[in-house]
């Protein structure tokens, strides 16, 4: 791949090449790093000017699923020395090349405090020494990138070390996040009648028994399960008057419209609990994080919906209608997710685009802190994730497409 459309004699040589492998819904994600030797080049016929003999450094992601291969990353540094045995030892020629700006001398020391202490509080466990070395060139990178992320932020959020920390971009995108979202148009849905009466200065369906406690979707892609989820629990208090804490697995297994752990969409989802015959509890049909066969009885259904209604992008009239009718499906764009702390996220727009949305949360309220407007968004990340699981986006400028794919059930 690194050699594709090269003239002969200005071709790399592979030199030294670690490995590491982990699931990815149905797939297996393969983390390769390669040191490759790129020769002389002094032919004026194939390089424009002469090049010494360099060594790169060259980390490539490949995902092997259903029996096919993607590229998803190559990026390749050039180094002074070949990568040698122990890792700890390119440490610091690596170093500058994780950031434009120069590093501190004591910036490795503070490094391997951060990731000591970020396998402590997480828990975390790696297969070997290698691997343990590789996550924390990750960990480093993924420091640089939240730093960035936070000069760009224009609202109170802060960004830093989080559970995902040691995931390369493209391995979180993978395992957590929801591809098709952007991909797909899903089942069209019937347009909601707006709310007359304008929305309250502030509201929070926690306070008023609607929501659930934050659940966790583990490696899987299933936020669009949890999303929905959550909208049907809060339909079904509104009218029936009880809390049920109802079943994403069942989805998993038995939407065939949607791809369980590799993704789905909201509509589809809403059409499957209807064609089902409603949505069993979670006691009854425990989440596992993978598809497995559909175990549905009809007889253990606790919760039916009669309809799914797609709702207004105008962000005053969601707003006034989630306060009168419930806690709200959507889709939005998780850029900077991955290392969200606390705080009011307000991503610049062309790095949070709202046509590229990727993960479906809930939205369960709305404010103001300091003056500043924000959306209050259950996630399904677990309450060791964010604001004890929540994320709080700015409100009022379509921030990351937080009013692009907005939806709710409908219990009669």
């Not at 610091?92 to 402590?120: C, G, R």
């Not at 290698?130 to 224009?154: H, Y």
């Not at 148009?185 to 008023?208: C, F, H, L, Q």
């Not at 986006?393 to 219990?411: E, I, P, Q």
């Amino acid at each position: 791949m690194h050699n594709r459309g090269r003239p002969a004699g200005t071709r790399a040589v592979l030199g030294a090449v670690r490995g590491r492998v982990r699931r990815a819904g149905k797939g297996s994600l393969y983390s390769l790093e390669a040191a490759l030797e790129e020769p002389h080049c002094n032919d004026p016929t194939v390089c424009q000017l002469p090049v010494s003999k360099k060594t790169l450094l060259c980390s490539f992601e490949i995902l092997d699923e259903l029996g096919k291969h993607m590229m998803l990353r190559r990026d390749c540094d050039t180094v002074d020395t070949k990568v040698p045995g122990d890792r700890n030892e390119t440490l610091n020629s690596v170093l500058p090349l994780l950031t434009e700006d120069p590093l501190p001398q004591d910036f490795s020391l503070k490094m391997a405090s951060l990731f000591k202490n970020f396998i402590s509080t997480y828990n975390r466990t790696y297969e070997s020494k290698e691997e343990a070395q590789w996550r924390l060139s990750v960990f480093i990178n993924n420091m640089a990138r939240a730093q960035k992320i936070q000069a760009l932020d224009r609202g109170t959020a802060q960004y830093g070390v989080t559970k995902f920390s040691d995931l390369t971009e493209e391995e979180f995108r993978t395992i957590y996040l929801n591809p098709l979202l952007k991909e797909e148009p899903g089942r069209k849905m019937v347009r909601a009648e707006s709310v007359e009466d304008p929305a309250p200065p502030e509201w929070d369906w926690r306070r008023k028994g609607a929501v659930t406690k934050v659940k966790n979707q583990g490696m899987c892609g299933s936020c669009w399960a949890f999303s929905v989820t959550g909208n049907v629990e809060g339909q079904w208090f509104l009218n029936r008057g009880t809390l049920l804490s109802l079943s994403e697995q069942e989805l998993l297994d038995c939407d065939k419209m949607d791809k369980a752990c590799l993704g789905g969409l909201p509509s589809n989802a809403y059409s499957a609990i209807k064609n089902l015959g409603g949505l069993e509890t979670e006691d009854d049909y425990s989440y596992q994080g993978h598809m497995q066969a559909c175990n549905f009885s009809a007889a253990k259904a606790k919760v039916y919906i009669n309809d799914s209604v797609e709702l207004t992008q105008n962000e005053q009239k969601l707003a006034a209608w989630l306060a009168e009718k419930g806690p709200i499906s959507v889709a939005i764009n998780a850029f900077g997710m991955q290392f969200y702390r606390h705080g009011i996220s307000r991503p610049l727009r062309p790095l949070c685009s709202p046509w590229l949305i990727d993960h479906a949360v809930l939205l369960v309220g709305f404010g103001n802190r300091s003056e500043i407007p924000f959306w209050a968004i259950k996630n399904s990340w677990g309450t060791d994730w964010g604001e004890e699981g929540y994320y709080y986006l700015h409100r009022g400028s379509g921030a990351c497409g937080v009013n692009t794919m907005a939806s709710s059930a409908v219990v009669d």
